[in-house]
């Protein structure tokens, strides 16, 4: 069998990259990111978690204060809603109340469904369109807040809690 011998100029080549023009679906090389977040966003992360974390403590922690506040707060507004013909006795009983009712949820011995009932009634109280309450408006909230503070509630004299005060009812005309 003969062999071709073959001139090295005439033996087939790979072909030379530059040859050909580059693919317009190839990118190239992928380039580097620096993968994900990183170690600041990191850091950043776990501090806002641990910043959290210390909030929601001092909130646990202060809770009782929080809303005692909250009630010194809403019983001036209460106060700056009270009707003029609203009698001294109901306007103390009132302030015992809220006194009564901050010392309940500070001390952690209080109804929580009261409490929610207290809550929705001091919020339809200072939204109503009206400014004044009505005199039943405000034995309900003193009832209310009683019945947060359950059995702590004291009159002036400190002899305890008074029985309920009953709105004033029409004269019969039979």
Known sequence: ?????????????????????A???????????GGGCG???????????LLL??????????AGDLFAWAMDRFEVEIAHALPDDLPEADRRRLHNAFEAASDAVRAGDFDPLALQKLQSKLRDSLLEE?????????????????????DDVEDESGEGKEEPLSPVAAPSTT
């Open 1 to 21: 069998m003969p062999y071709l011998i073959m001139k090295e100029s005439e033996v087939p080549q790979e072909p030379k990259q530059d040859q050909f023009p």
């Open 130 to 150: 009206s400014q004044n309450l009505t005199r039943q408006q405000v034995l309900e909230l003193i009832a209310i807040l009683e019945e947060v503070a359950g």
């Open 53 to 62: 974390g210390a909030a929601s403590v001092v909130f646990l922690l202060k």
């Open 39 to 49: 170690r600041v966003g990191l850091i950043g992360c776990g501090l806002l978690v």
């Open 23 to 33: 693919a317009p679906f190839s990118p190239g090389p992928p380039e580097s990111s």
